[in-house]
């Protein structure tokens, strides 16, 4: 059963007591959201616009914006397939420039490359090179 269906199932004191328990992952308590709104007059308002409510970002039905908020690097992709993945760690491993495998890749900027390699290196799949990054 999807989490949709089994919300779609309780009552509305039910959904009450899983939006407000602290003990329940996030997405669970989301879905408790978007169906007590669905309900009780917030409805057209999907998964996404409780996050950005959650957040503060979203006006109107769902209330007031509260905060503001920054999302880093919004506008950088930072999606790579397996394929892409497995010939980064090769071209990293030859000893690549950043700007070689940004080029190679098509991507937009150098940082793109920084950050997969950061991850990659996080998660032991490559090594760090120190003639990658020079600080002055």
């Known amino acids: 059963m999807t989490p949709t269906a089994y919300m779609a ?5 039910r959904l009450r007591e899983l939006l407000n328990d602290e003990r329940l ?5 989301a879905y408790a959201e978007v169906e007590l ?9 999907g998964k996404k616009d409780i996050h950005a409510r959650r957040l503060g970002q ?8 509260t905060r503001n908020i920054h999302i880093a690097c919004e506008e950088m992709n930072f ?8 010939e980064f760690r ?7 420039s950043v700007e070689e495998i940004r080029s190679y890749f098509d991507r937009e900027s150098w940082q793109e490359v ?10 032991g799949y490559i090594k760090i090179r120190p003639d990658v990054l020079i600080v002055e």
């Open 25 to 29: 992952d996030y997405d669970i308590r």
């Open 58 to 65: 979203a006006v109107g039905q769902a209330g007031k914006m």
């Open 79 to 86: 999606l790579w397939s397996s394929d892409d993945l497995a």
């Open 114 to 123: 920084i950050l997969i390699a950061m991850d990659q290196m996080r998660w």
């Open 9 to 13: 199932k309780q009552s509305v004191p």
């Open 90 to 96: 090769d071209m990293w491993r030859q000893g690549y």
């Open 37 to 45: 709104l669905r309900r009780i007059g917030g409805a057209g308002l």
